[in-house]
């Protein structure tokens, strides 16, 4: 554990607790990708399936529980008490079209072709893809509320975190994972046009718009 990752684990966590009180406070899910919630909910069901088989400490077992429950709550929020406010018309991105190359990537660039060890590896490739379809969907209304900007500011700074954290640790401990880097530049590179308006419009009190 160093600072960055500390702090990316915490901008994590605040991203997820954003967009829970968004949706619970307004009662509504206008804006939120649901098939990004459904790749995340996929993402952290992968990777966290050694909540059964391993214990590494109190704080790592606590993050995995709550980023599937919260995962799944917001499922439930959006595909069901509050369905009536989804927008399933925007939220058109195909998928298939990330599952499919994310799952044949994992199968062929991985640590260990082993059950677990694709596993861990396609959740990392898919969490680099996830937000795709969230960002589809701002980009196809053309606007995102502001707190929805502040859950996507914040569930970006988590990746870039994390990348400062895999330079610390190459510094301090001589590791490094590759396939972890390589996806998170991927994921990261994805939020660089929304960063630079968040930055220039939310920040300023005005409403994040994207060219349709």
């Known amino acids: 554990m160093n600072i960055f990752r500390l702090s990316g684990d915490l901008s994590h966590l605040m991203a997820i607790i954003i967009l829970l009180l968004k949706i619970w406070k307004t009662r509504s899910c206008s804006g939120i990708s649901g098939k990004s919630q459904l790749l995340f909910a996929l ?3 992968a990777r966290y399936l050694d909540l059964v088989t391993n ?3 109190v704080y790592n077992t606590t993050m995995k529980v709550f980023f599937i429950g ?10 069901v008490k509050f369905k ?4 399933s018309n925007h939220d058109s991105f195909r998928i298939e079209f990330l599952l499919l190359p994310v799952t044949l990537l994992a199968l062929i660039v991985n640590h260990e072709f082993s059950f677990m060890e ?7 490739y898919l969490e680099a893809v996830a937000i795709l379809p969230q960002l589809f969907m701002v ?3 053309g606007e995102a509320e502001t707190i929805t900007s502040h859950y996507l500011f914040a569930l970006g700074a988590y990746r870039g975190l994390y990348i400062l954290n895999w330079i ?5 401990e001589s590791y490094y994972d590759l396939i972890a880097i390589f996806a998170g530049i991927v994921q990261t590179v994805l939020y660089c046009d929304f960063f630079y308006l968040y930055v220039t419009k939310v920040l300023k009190g005005k409403k994040l718009q994207l060219p349709a």
Do not use: E
């Open 70 to 79: 919260a995962s799944y709550a917001t499922l439930y929020l959006m595909y």
């Open 139 to 141: 980009s196809k209304t």
């Open 118 to 124: 694709v596993l861990w590896t396609w959740s990392i």
């Open 55 to 57: 214990f590494v400490s």
């Open 43 to 45: 993402t952290y069901t």
């Open 84 to 87: 009536a406010t989804y927008d």
């Open 168 to 172: 610390y640790r190459y510094i301090d």
